[in-house]
């Protein structure tokens, strides 16, 4: 190569280098850094880490008006949120805290980004909910239950010495859409997690977070006092294990004066609790909010139980913990899954929302994608959240949504907090795959802002993460919002649920019987398939747990007439030959949505090929060659569940419905090495 060409080669290159492109950034890629405005335009009296932070964000990339930042008691009634007021030569930012005017920095970076006018503002911002939490399962030996990126932020062997830059790069993250708080570990919890020397490590995150405005809680398990302090048992009235605990508690806030609390998984899949000595969730819950009540804390306690017992699984926490309504400390907070299952594309609601009336309640959600195929499929999932948290529960009668009792509107609830199982992980894009930064970015902004609608969310999302391009923006955007019910489509379509591979997770099993094992983990026992027809018969005549919902929710899931038919199998066995409102039968129903969810995959690929242009190299290949697996992990369903209840339906498949690829039995033999416990 002569020397023009290599210096043409370097030149033409260099661009290309220049806009290398891991994902890294996620969100946060406010246009050319450290060309933001002078010291000297930033008006602010406070000295303080958090308002530091602000002053950078704004000096490395504010490109407008001067900016004062004012802290103003008076409106402490905001909470940490904040006023935004300008004109064309100033922009004031006012907060009760100074974690408020952090995000009042962020938004008007984000009105920045996204190319919004900034020159008459008049903002009000007040969070919907107090606790805005991330719910890490990261495990102390790095690995992450149902993690599909890459292994955990948490280098506890490195810690308190070593300090990975990430560690404050996940707090900016976090406190640009408004996360508050965060869970380290798992709720499988190890009871090693109290060991000094691991409080220690984390003491050093919790002072890494705190400028961002961020508190760490940390999950914990029950038989900490009897495996970790050595007692001859963990009964919560037992007066050692009361000391124990106390003793924990102040060793944590000597290290942590502002930790936020517990989270607990008890008494539930194999975890130990109150039960396990005869006492109740709300014994063990209360001797730990009595302990944590002198310093703030919290306790977050898990709904999420069941055994294997004759009772359907779907009616077992209510059952639980409707008797246990008003025994709980008001530092006490139940955090119950959004829906009565597990995280499944499409449940019903959860009926314990709304029937616990003198008990806080708040929502857990996941982020990562356990029942969506991980990391692999491009499922964003606003939609999701939005459906369960506008879902009406009619407990004090019509309009009584799911965000209106946990937010405290319905209920003067002394904390409210909302969660969602994080989907972070140490690849260099943070989420797998580059669409699940925005699974993140989403559940940020609605848990800060539960009325922002997914297509707002989406929006924002695309022109601060890719382009405002609308030839980008308008496609992605729809592709997007439509992705959630399409994976419903080619997963479980019609209120099918948990019809997954066992343990892992991945992929279709409906033919999964585990005689022997667990029957309330097997997919048999949820979709009920026979010659007469298919879904779980949850009324009056079945399992009845439709009377757990409120009036008249109970006779309108109840009745097949009335019962929506996206969740007509949760709530009903259909015959086969049922006629749906579109005047097929069901069984044509269901082979018209597998297909349709195959289709629209496809759709999504197509769009995503014209795309090129506007993205850069490496997300672009990334984002497709993951969209390919989708593709074909579509097809692998609908063959799947289509094949094997054919097997009981006996009825062809609708000839304008594209042909099965594989045979039944080769599926059937299919089993990915992809490890877990059930
Ligand atoms: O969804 C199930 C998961 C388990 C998880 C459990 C829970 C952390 O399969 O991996 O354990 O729920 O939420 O406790």
Same mark, same amino acid.
């Given at each position: ?33 450290? !060309?933001g ?16 932070i ?14 004062e ?25 006012? /907060? ?8 009042? =920095? ?23 909910y107090? =606790? ?10 790095g ?15 490195d ?13 900016? /993250? ?20 109290l ?24 999950? =914990? ?24 605990w ?33 006492r ?16 703030g ?6 709904a999420f ?14 059952l ?26 499409r ?10 009336k ?5 929502v857990?959600f996941?982020?990562t ?15 999701l ?23 405290? *509107? ?54 601060? *993460? ?70 779980f ?7 009845? /747990? ?49 297909? !349709? ?9 197509k ?5 090129q ?13 993951r969209?390919k ?10 063959? /799947? ?8 339906s ?6 304008e ?20 416990h059930?």
């Open positions: 190569m002569n020397n023009f060409r290599r210096y043409l080669l370097i030149f033409l290159l260099f661009p290309l280098l220049f806009f290398a492109e891991d994902g890294s950034k996620l969100w946060l890629r406010f246009p050319n850094a450290k !060309t405005i002078s010291a000297d335009k930033i008006i602010s009296k406070g000295k303080n880490p958090t308002i530091e602000a002053k950078k964000e704004l000096m490395n990339y504010w490109q407008g008006q001067t900016i930042l004012r802290t103003e008691k008076s409106l402490k009634n905001l909470k940490d949120g904040y006023t935004i007021k300008s004109n064309s030569d100033k922009i004031i930012i006012s /907060a009760a805290k100074e974690s408020g005017l952090l995000y009042g =920095v962020y938004h008007i970076l984000r009105l920045q980004q996204t190319k919004s006018d900034v020159s008459q503002l008049n903002i009000t911002e007040k969070p919907s107090d =606790v805005r939490i991330l719910n890490h399962w990261d495990n102390l030996d690995t992450i239950e149902r993690g599909y990126a890459g292994h955990s932020l948490w280098k506890w062997e810690l308190p010495n070593k300090i990975s830059p990430r560690y404050e790069e996940y707090a900016r /993250a976090n406190a640009s859409i408004g996360i508050n708080s965060v869970v380290l570990n798992n709720v499988n919890a190890s009871p090693n997690m060991r000094t020397d691991y409080l220690q490590k984390v003491k050093v995150l919790a002072d890494i977070f705190r400028p961002y405005g961020i508190k760490v809680y940390l999950s =914990v398990n029950f038989s900490s006092p009897k495996v970790l302090g050595g007692l001859e048992n963990s009964d919560p009235l037992n007066k050692n294990v009361q000391q124990w106390k003793e924990k508690a102040s060793e944590i806030y000597k290290l942590i004066p502002d930790f936020g609390g517990f989270l607990v998984k008890a008494n539930s899949e194999g975890q130990p609790g109150p039960q396990d000595y005869g109740t969730h709300a014994d063990g819950a209360n001797m730990m909010a009595d302990i944590l009540k002198p310093y804390g919290i306790v977050m306690w898990r139980v069941y055994s294997p017992s004759k009772e359907d699984r779907a009616k077992q926490a209510h639980e913990f409707v008797p246990l309504d008003g025994k709980f400390r008001d530092n006490v907070i139940v955090q119950i899954k959004n829906g009565p299952i597990d995280f499944q594309p449940e019903a609601f959860n009926p314990l929302f709304g029937a616990l003198k008990t806080s309640e708040m857990e996941q982020i994608q356990e029942y969506l195929g991980f990391s692999n499929h491009l499922v964003y999932l606003a939609p959240f939005k459906e369960t948290l506008e879902s009406d529960t009619y407990s004090e009668g019509k309009g009584s949504t799911i965000a209106k009792i946990t937010d405290g *509107t319905l209920r003067p609830n002394k904390i409210t907090g909302i969660a969602g199982v994080a989907n972070i992980g140490e690849d260099e894009n943070w989420t797998g795959n580059h669409f699940a930064q925005a699974n993140w970015y989403a559940f940020g902004r609605l848990v800060w802002n539960h009325e922002l609608s997914s297509e707002q969310i989406a929006d924002e999302w695309i022109k601060m *993460t890719f382009t405002d391009d609308q030839n980008f923006l308008n496609p992605v955007k729809e592709m997007m919002l439509s992705s959630r019910e399409t994976t419903v489509d080619y997963i479980m379509p019609l209120g099918l649920h948990h019809i997954f591979a066992s343990g892992h997770h991945y992929g279709p099993e409906p033919w999964g019987d585990y005689k022997g094992g667990r029957p309330d983990w097997s997919p048999v026992y949820y979709h009920k398939a026979d010659a007469n027809g298919i879904g018969d949850r009324t009056e005549t079945g399992s009845n /747990a439709v009377s757990q919902y409120f009036p008249p929710l109970n006779e309108i899931y109840g009745n097949i007439k009335t019962c929506p038919e996206n969740l007509i199998l949760w709530f009903h066995h259909v015959p086969w030959n049922y006629q749906m409102n579109d005047g097929k039968t069901l069984w044509e129903e269901l082979c018209f949505k597998y297909d !349709t969810g195959v289709k629209n995959v496809r759709d999504y690929q769009l995503w090929d014209k795309m242009p506007y993205v850069d190299e490496q997300r672009f290949t990334e984002v497709q060659s969209l697996i989708q593709a074909r992990d579509a097809v692998w369903w609908k063959d /799947a569940c289509l094949l094997y209840f054919q097997t009981f006996k009825m062809p498949i609708p000839y419905i594209e042909r099965p690829v594989h045979e039944l039995e080769d599926l059937k033999k299919i089993k990915l090495d992809l490890k877990h059930n």
